[in-house]
């Protein structure tokens, strides 16, 4: 048998024959091998990276949809927060508006003017509310502003010659010029307590009984609008004015009494919310404080009853203590 093996290779210019010997042969198979592992591992080495390749690619397209999703996400919560932003910026606005006009309603009412600083915006309208109450409360039941509005005052409240009698006489009311016919109003809520028709002294005549001590009267009226026993509102028609009983023209006699002392009607006719403290300042024959005092407290209860229960530190702290106190009690109990 050969050693040799003939490789015949077929050309253009004929046939070239090319004689391996054995050991050219092994190195031949040798390469040959080696060439086939090379190209194999070579297949795998692409196979794999075309599998890791796949892999990437769908990771990407994963990683992309989650991406996208996320910025949804992250586009709703930046809308979310600018509405809560705006929201919030809307509130303080309102915050503000309300600050102020809670200012307003205490520059109006003369409180809190320095201690407001200090104080719950809750508190502040608690008092504010109070004040504002306690002042509705007593233009209401106090007599204020005049009987017979555009009228023009003729004789004042004060010692003076009686201009019937000619002699020197105190005034206890206060005269209104008016021509007959004129209407008279209620200057504050109360109770007809005297209803008179005469032709001396005070003539047709008409006394209120108010809340606190109180009254007023109306003298030398033409015709009467009430009956006594009838229950009145502020700005309620009670009559028409006059010329009746002792008088020399048509007016209107008006009298002021605090437990049954005549004051001066003037102070109770021009007095306003706009003045408000002048007449406790120069009536100095009520006890204005304590009426004050007792408005002030009976207002502070409707009001906190009008409004919704909320946390109270001082209840709070009570309770506290009595469960304290409770507790105490079952050790001492334990104990024995
Ligand atoms: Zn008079």
Not at 128 to 157: C, E, H, K, Q, W
Not at 305 to 317: A, E, K, V
Request: aromatic share 8%; net charge neutral.
């Amino acid at each position: 048998m050969s050693e040799n093996i003939c490789i015949s290779v077929s050309h253009s210019r004929g046939t070239s024959h090319y004689l391996i010997n054995r050991f050219k042969k092994r190195y031949f198979a040798l390469a040959a091998a080696s060439v086939l592992v090379l190209a194999g591992s070579g297949s795998y080495s692409v196979y794999s990276l075309y599998e890791e390749s796949q892999l990437s690619s769908k990771q990407l397209n994963v990683l992309n949809k989650q991406s996208r999703h996320l910025m949804a996400s992250l586009s709703e919560e930046s809308e979310a927060n600018r509405a809560l932003r705006q929201e919030l910026e809307e509130k303080r606005a309102e915050l503000a508006l309300l600050t102020q006009r809670i200012d307003d309603v205490e520059a109006v009412l003369g409180v809190n003017g320095e201690d407001g600083e200090d104080m719950s915006l809750q508190a502040r309208v608690d008092s504010a509310a109070v004040s504002s109450a306690v002042r509705a409360t007593l233009f209401r039941l106090i007599p204020n502003g005049s009987p017979t509005p555009d009228t023009r005052m003729s004789s004042r409240y004060g010692s003076r010659v009686h201009p019937v009698t000619g002699k020197q006489k105190f005034h206890h009311g206060l005269d209104f010029s008016a021509r007959i016919g004129t209407p008279i109003y209620a200057p504050a809520d109360g109770i007809v307590e005297v209803v008179r028709s005469g032709n001396k002294g005070y003539g047709n005549f008409i006394r209120l009984n108010h809340s606190f001590g109180f009254t007023s009267s109306y003298s030398h009226m033409s015709k009467f609008n009430v009956k006594r026993g009838n229950y009145v509102n502020k700005g309620d028609l009670l009559g028409w004015t006059g010329n009746s009983g002792l008088s020399t023209g048509p007016h209107l006699h008006y009298e002021i009494r605090f437990l049954d002392r005549t004051l001066n009607p003037r102070l109770f006719v021009e007095w306003t919310p706009d003045n408000f403290e002048s007449l406790f300042e120069k009536e100095n024959k009520v006890q204005w404080a304590s009426l004050l005092e007792m408005i002030n407290n009976m207002v502070s209860m409707q009001v906190q009853l009008t409004q919704t229960p909320r946390y109270n530190p001082t209840l709070q702290t009570a309770n506290n203590l009595a469960e304290q106190h409770s507790d105490g009690d079952q050790v001492q109990v334990s104990k024995l």
